[in-house]
């Protein structure tokens, strides 16, 4: 087992802690803002009140799987330095990186158009070929980057922090809602910490030797039998929803099946790009497909959970780069006046939602150059989340001690009722 360095480190960070506009390092938290331990303790306290709340929810970004899996920046490094064997490619890319501000979602989204315009229009000049061909290059580098093997480099460190998430955190108590993670990501990290954990998780696709998307599903929960005498049932407690709403590496188009309704099937392990149709592109919202499943079931999902009364929503490794996902968000916070959002990581301040002054809007992030930041995954996994089967524990330990204490008094009792009538 790898060391997980980042989680390692000295109590010393640079920490911002905002509400709203506010900053509460120099407000709330004002007498312990220069002493960092006392600081991210009080930070952990503050998050440990949101699992209270009866519906918890996770939005990953890129951020969550690095160093293991690039995120859009290294994702366009990459790009960059294969098409340096493809010159033809590269004055195309370049053209349209110089306008998309060198984003890889921008790029694709062009692409995508660019696609649909010929297939309408059938025009047979070269440069359509050639952007076809460049389309086809940045899906087969997103997809050798993302589907990485267990004996790459950081592999083990990010599982680890993966799976010591899912521990701390799937076994809620059976009367708050099940763990909900949305994920813009495309790799399978979530899957592999969830199975090594022999944690349940239901991510829309049903059946056994073919599994199709089946949104229904997510409306389904898990839960076992109490007394075998009578219908009586309580929740499965290690269980989590996981929706992944860019798609995935070993998801597909299949339409062999005639008794499904979606062509969508999960296999595993993952095919080759050029073997079939790969759903694990970054922008599947700007594509021709934005209005079919999964992504429509997907993202009505999200929008539906962050509807429900009482609801918060942590947002980890999410750079607030997909106006879909934003919309969702913004539209949660104008509708939802019970819901909170938990933003942590670093957005500066040109993102519109660091701009807003709610208070139902909390911002958390390190600017220490020198340290790994408190905002990276694996330090708020170690730092700042609760471990909420250590409590579940605690609260079986109680309930063991009120339940030992009331037979000894009923045994009391009974003993001097005895002695009473002899």
Known sequence: ??????????EDYDIHFFQ?????????YSEIRNNSKKYIEAVKKRIGEFFNVKNVNFLFGSGTSCPVIPNMGGLFEYVEDILKEHEDLMDIFNRIADK???NLEEILGILYSAKAYNQGYNDPQKHWTNCEKLTNLIEQCIFDKINVKEEAIHYNKVLNTYKSFYQKLALRNKDLSRLCIFTTNNDLMNETALDSLNIHYINGFGGGVR????????????????????????????????????GSINWIEDKNNANSYFDIREVFPPVEHDKGTVLIYPTPTKQNKSLGS???????????KLLQP????????YSFSDEHVNDIIYRALATNTTINVVIINNLGEGKPISQISDNRIFRLWSTTPEKSPLHFFCNIVDKLLPDLDAFRHQDENLQNFIDTLKNIKEQTHNENREDHIS
């Open 1 to 10: 087992m790898e060391e997980d360095k980042g989680s390692m480190l000295e």
């Open 294 to 304: 999964p992504y429509v079931d997907l993202f009505r999902e999200f929008q539906h």
């Open 20 to 28: 709203g506009t506010t900053d509460l390092g120099k407000k709330e």
């Open 310 to 317: 009482n609801s918060i929503l942590f947002v980890i490794g």
């Open 211 to 246: 599994r199709y998307f089946n949104p229904a599903l997510f409306s389904y929960a898990f839960s076992k039998r109490m007394d075998t005498s009578i219908d009586k049932f309580e929740p499965v407690e290690n269980m989590v929803y996981l929706y992944k709403i860019h």
């Open 100 to 102: 998309s501000g060198k």
